[in-house]
């Protein structure tokens, strides 16, 4: 799990930097690099999204294997 909290930081990190250059590059007209650093953002919001997905259903098992069984 630590493995996990310290990936899902470096995502954080990432996005904020790809951003960051994206509008250093959108201010000096360099169109093609900002493209880049917004696509790379977007891959990595995206695998940022894929981690919290599976941390909440690793958190969450229980729930799931009691959920169609009938209340005692």
């Not at 899902?8 to 360099?30: D, P, R």
């Not at 953002?41 to 259903?57: A, D, H, S």
Request: overall charge positive; some cysteine.
């Amino acid at each position: 799990m630590g493995f996990k909290l310290v990936l899902n930081v470096l995502y954080t990190m990432g996005v904020a930097l790809c951003f960051i250059v994206a509008y250093k590059m959108f201010t000096t007209h360099q169109y093609l690099i900002m493209a880049g650093a917004m696509i790379v953002g977007t891959v990595v919001i995206f695998l940022k999204l894929r981690l919290l997905k599976e941390v909440k259903e690793a958190q969450q098992p229980e729930q799931k294997e009691t959920k169609g069984k009938g209340a005692k």
